[in-house]
T-cell receptor
Framework: AQSVSQHNHHVILSEAASLELGCNYS??????LFWYVQYPGQHLQLLLK??????LVKGIKGFEAEFIKSKFSFNLRKPSVQWSDTAEYFC??????????????FGTGTKLQVIP | EAQVTQNPRYLITVTGKKLTVTCSQN?????MSWYRQDPGLGLRQIYY???????DKGDVPEGYKVSRKEKRNFPLILESPSPNQTSLYFC??????????????FGPGTRLTVL
């Protein structure tokens, strides 16, 4: 069964600090990987996704993530955070085998608080 | 505009009173899912549907039912709600055969409180 671990449950940063949120997954085959963001009181929105090709993926709002297959990791990064980045961030994994239902499994989330 | 809608957005009810949360998508997606979000537990899948009349249990299906009579709608039914079903519920849809566009779209959420 696939699983996702997000080790940072709550991160507090000052504005302009750099951000890296960890995400490790467990799955025995080829995967698709996602980062979602949930702003306070809102639904989940896709930040970025990895399907294949370049392991460095750029998303919206200056976020990027790097897929490191050997480490089963897909860490989210941003060089300089803003107060508006305060939100909860979820990593998710989906097996990419063809045929049948491919479930999307979410991590437990990381709450990011950016202090002005 | 492509969207997933849910109703109601907020609901307070009492133990044992049957309720239905509706979900509708306008993207002609085959796959739809229901998740519940609880602090420290992230999103857990309740039920999913691969197409009309095809549904299956997710990770936490106890106490819930679903139906998929039309492609666009996927209601979540709580026959006899209990306080442990107090949670934030999200409906989601995606198209599995769209390659790199296979991304889930989420509804706005339904915050349910069972007293």
């Amino acid at each position: 069964a696939q699983s996702v671990s997000q080790h940072n449950h709550h991160v507090i940063l000052s504005e302009a600090a750099s951000l890296e949120l960890g995400c490790n997954y467990s799955y025995g085959g080829t995967v698709n990987l996602f980062w979602y963001v949930q702003y306070p009181g809102q639904h989940l929105q896709l930040l970025l996704k990895y399907f294949s090709g370049d392991p460095l993926v750029k998303g919206i709002k200056g976020f990027e993530a790097e897929f490191i297959k050997s480490k089963f990791s897909f860490n989210l990064r941003k060089p300089s955070v803003q107060w508006s980045d305060t939100a909860e961030y979820f990593c998710a994994v989906k097996g990419s085998a063809s045929g049948g239902y491919q479930k999307v499994t979410f991590g437990t989330g990381t709450k990011l608080q950016v202090i002005p | 505009e492509a969207q997933v809608t849910q109703n109601p957005r907020y609901l307070i009810t009492v133990t044992g009173k049957k309720l239905t949360v509706t979900c509708s998508q306008n993207m002609n997606h085959e796959y739809m899912s229901w998740y519940r979000q609880d602090p420290g537990l992230g999103l857990r899948q309740i039920y999913y549907s691969m197409n009309v009349e095809v549904t299956d249990k997710g990770d936490v299906p106890e106490g819930y039912k679903v139906s998929r009579k039309e492609k666009r709608n996927f209601p979540l039914i709580l026959e006899s709600p209990s306080p442990n079903q107090t949670s934030l519920y999200f409906c989601a849809s995606r198209s599995p055969n769209s390659g790199r566009r296979d991304t889930q779209y989420f509804g706005p959420g339904t915050r349910l409180t069972v007293l």
